[in-house]
């Protein structure tokens, strides 16, 4: 089926420093979204993108986030500065269309914030 | 602010034998309902979806809405070991954000 993928898979990182968490999004997707799942408790959402453009975040998208994609590369999550509760593993996910279509996820990255 | 339940934490199913897993949502205008499968190491995969009151069954899975209900479900039929993982129930929001559940952990014994 359709691929997302995810680079890095593992990243340590000191806290206060920056972090760009990658992903490869399925071909052609147009809607891509960033989840944060800490050990052992639920998938959450941080944001999804549109056309270029942050349509909805959450709480959890703090201003030390931020998220692009850069002439239909990869879609990223920078974190600057990156705090201890920012370690969790990140999935990043797309879809074709929104609401009412498959989303597709990648493996994660397991963020760890030393 | 959505609220996804899900019961029971986790499940031990004899292979060949019927898992059951339960969902509630707190939002009444909610539209569209997943069941999402992780394996240990890997993201979610989309199992399934169900957007209308009743049944829909895709090979050995058979979903159930009730709307009026507050309530999803999912049942596993003919388990297999390799059914074995953490089930998720979604419900899309505002702007297709997925709000998920805290899983379902389902154990399948050869």
């Known amino acids: 089926g359709p691929k997302v993928l995810q680079i890095p898979s593992h990243q340590i990182i000191d806290m206060g420093q920056m972090v760009t968490l990658n992903c490869d999004p399925v071909s052609n997707h147009l809607y891509f979204y960033w989840y944060k799942q800490i050990l052992g408790q639920q998938m959450e959402f941080l944001v999804n993108?549109?056309?270029?453009?942050?349509m909805e975040k959450s709480k959890l998208f703090k201003d030390q986030f931020s998220v692009e994609r850069p002439d239909g590369s990869y879609f990223t999550l920078k974190i600057q500065p990156t705090a201890l509760e920012d370690s969790a593993v990140y999935f990043c996910?797309?879809?074709?269309w929104g609401e009412g279509d498959t989303q597709y996820f990648g493996p994660g990255t397991r963020l760890l914030v030393l | 602010q959505q609220k996804v339940q899900q019961s029971p934490e986790s499940l031990i199913v004899p292979e060949g034998g019927m898992a059951s897993l339960n969902c509630t949502f707190s939002d009444r205008n909610s539209q569209y309902f997943w069941w999402y499968r992780q394996h240990s190491g890997e993201g979610p995969k989309a199992l399934m979806s169900i957007f209308s009151n009743g049944d829909k069954k895709e090979g050995r899975f058979t979903a159930h809405l009730n709307k009026a209900s507050l309530y999803v479900s999912l049942h596993i039929k003919d388990s297999q070991p390799s059914d074995s993982a953490l089930y998720f129930c979604a419900v899309t929001g505002f702007a297709s954000a997925l709000t998920f559940g805290s899983g379902t952990k389902v154990i399948v014994l050869p």
């Open positions: 993108f549109y056309n270029g453009k942050v």
């Open positions: 996910a797309s879809s074709d």
